[in-house]
């Protein structure tokens, strides 16, 4: 009896060394691939650029020794309009799958995510008012607000007798969501300059067309700073499981905790829209696909969660600049060319029957 | 020591949940909360739990009153079992176990993988005799397993009081009887808040009878289940007997001669 009990626990505690090595393993792994994946989105456009010429230049703006010289035109197309975008973009990706997994988490939705809860539509209208009325400074606050109003908005309408099922919320979502766009197409409209129609689709649908290093320090410090205080959370997300009150039974003081991190996760929205626009799905896609690899513990899920959100954006922006060459693709398109089969999955999984 | 519960109320808006109850439970004693739907049950479970403060009185476990605590103190202290609770992902036994020692860890993300907390939720498991259902996924388990399992999640908590809000939903009739027995044998000092007055007769040491918000009796089963009490709080008819083997009363209920409510216990 105590031999066995002895032998069980030896075996589970080298099974869970085993599964601590695989977890390190794939981290290590995703962040290479991360890494590869960004240099070789640097090299891929109109302009031939060659992985060598990428790595010298980044290396000479950084101050390394020895890198060889590269033609100003290709330090330019380099350092100046690529790698900004492409750092933009592993931003938003981290930033907004991020967000979705903790949505996921504290409002026990499985289909809560930024975009469908009208979050990215409210950041879109709050930040385009700004960029219409031209306070560049105040764009991430003014697309924080808006993103706040909108969960707010959501919850609020979703919530019948204390309770809000997923399916509601995303109905209230939907709402809210159509009312942010009608507003972001109609401030544009209104300042009537340009080109309106493109204007539009960028904000409603997410470009990262207009990248610079603004917009890289702008979703970069967001997504260190908020992302960071998230992933430190990541105890407390795990008590959210079985709903509020086990969570309030195991120590955690509820409501605080989930405006905290509902806050947070307008916040890290706001900065993503403001300099990308409303880019949908990356929310709900990514938590779905990495929990198969991590499990739902959050410690594991969270960091993870960050680095495939930015590889799988850098991929889908890269897509969108390139497939269509040389005309460019709102990058949402490809986002909910992906996500919406994921959403189609879930509701169509086996305790869809309980989210009416 | 133990429980003691001083003239506590509870409110919601204007209307009384809870009025005036005060009772003592020894350590190690298995109380049972019985009463009608709307007694008040869960909320005297919720205000034990430190979930809700009441609207007066106090609570008091060992002799500390639980306004004074955070809430990660009493969750250290006291551990519940909700009615049937489900998670919104699909865990593991082994993490929902573990889930137990988040009042333990550290505030900011937690031990990483801390091979305590690992051997603390064996042991617990081990208590419920579920060690062997570590690696299966919550939504395979049968309700009595999921059941144990949220047992052993409790016991991770290392509590010195377990509350159960109707641990016996539910449940098939060896189920039910092998969960009450694996309480009393945790020698844990616990309260169940219970729908049949035969398990509460057969399993606990004292039962606190609410109705309408006010404790109506309480004391050891035979003094608390007696024929009157039972027809004036559930409105129903009942003889009781001793039981053929363990002695404890059994609740003999008359179909025909209930009183002018069907809401009697199933």
Redesign the interface.
Known sequence: MTGD?VT??ER??GG?AAA?GRYLGLVAASVLALLLVCTAAVAVGPADVGLSDVLASVGRHLGLPGMTDVPPLTDSIVWQLRLPRVLTAAAVGAGLALSGAVM??VT???LADPYLLGLSSGASLGAVCVVILGVAFALPAAAFLGALAALVATLSIARVGGTITPGRAVLSGLAIAQLGAAGTSFVIFWSAKGDSYREILNWLLGSLAGSSWTSVLISGSALVVVGTGI??????L??????D??A??????VNATRWALLGAVALLTGAMVAVSGAIGFVGLILPHLV?GLS???H?RLLPLTVIFGALFLVVADTLARTVFDPRELPVGIITALIGVPVFIVLIKSRRAAAWA | MGVKLDRVSFRIGGTTILDDVSAQLATGSVTGLLGPNGAGKSTLLRLIAGLDTPAGGEVELDGTALHGLTRRETARRVALLEQSAAPSVDLSVREVVLLGRIPHRSRLFGDFGGDDDHRVAEESLAMVGGGALAARRWHTLSGGEQQRVQIARALAQRPSLLLLDEPTNHLDVSAQLGLLGQVRSLGLTAIMALHDLNLAAAYCDRILLLHRGRLVAAGTPAEVLVPETIAEVYGVDCDIVAHPRGGHPVIVFSPSSSLDQETGPA
């Not at chain 1, 992933?231 to 407390?236: E, I």
């Not at chain 1, 309030?248 to 003081?253: E, P, V």
């Open positions: 009990t069980a626990g589970t505690d869970r601590r996921q988490s026990r939705n499985p992933v430190l959370s990541a105890t407390r795990d008590a959210f499981a079985f709903g009150t086990a309030a039974s195991l120590g955690i003081n929990r499990g739902p513990g410690r």
